[in-house]
């Protein structure tokens, strides 16, 4: 016959087991989940290699790409023509000739004047005339002005054109810290 205390065990018995598998499921379902957050982690942190970009080449510009009017602000005739004719010699694109508009009496070599579009032909023309003097007078367009002043001898150098750049490809770079 059952003893009283036998029933009380296997009660025990059962309640421990259940106990214990719950406790395990819980560790393992934690486990799991630890393990999915550090892989998705480690997954989500890990440098991807991805496409290069191609960079288009960067033609610098060309004395070819300048407008210019070349103005006399001296009292010497013919000057602003002769200028004229030299800077067609080295490539740049004369659209008038004349005396100076603004009538200054420019003492200094020359003046380049140019608005916020013609900076770049104005940096240009200063390496063909490196002693002339920058005066931006807010323009529109990028029409650069060459006046001729009391000090002009002739132009500079030919200043060295450099080199076409090539396509440039440009991937990422990969970092490892460790």
């Not at 496409?51 to 790409?65: E, K, S």
């Not at 060295?160 to 750049?165: E, I, K, L």
């Amino acid at each position: 016959m059952p003893n009283a205390g036998d029933a009380d065990e296997r009660r025990y018995g059962v309640r421990r087991q259940r106990r214990s598998t719950i406790v395990i499921a819980i560790v393992l379902l934690s486990l799991g989940g630890a393990f999915y957050y550090a892989s998705t982690y480690f997954r989500d942190t890990t440098p991807q290699p991805g496409p290069c970009t191609t960079v288009p080449p960067v033609d610098p510009l060309r004395p070819a790409d300048v407008s210019l009017n070349v103005y006399n602000s001296t009292n010497r005739r013919g000057l602003a023509a002769a200028v004229a004719k030299g800077a067609r010699t080295r490539g740049f694109t004369v659209k008038a000739i004349g005396n100076d508009p603004k009538d200054a009496g420019v003492k200094q070599v020359a003046q380049i004047r140019f608005g916020p579009e013609g900076a770049a032909s104005a940096r240009l023309l200063k390496t063909h005339v490196p002693q002339a003097v920058y005066v931006n007078d807010k323009r529109k367009g990028d029409t650069v002005d060459l006046v001729v002043g009391q000090a002009w001898k002739s132009f500079g150098k030919v200043p060295v054109v450099p080199a076409p750049t090539q396509t440039l490809r440009q991937c990422p770079t990969i970092t490892v810290e460790g």
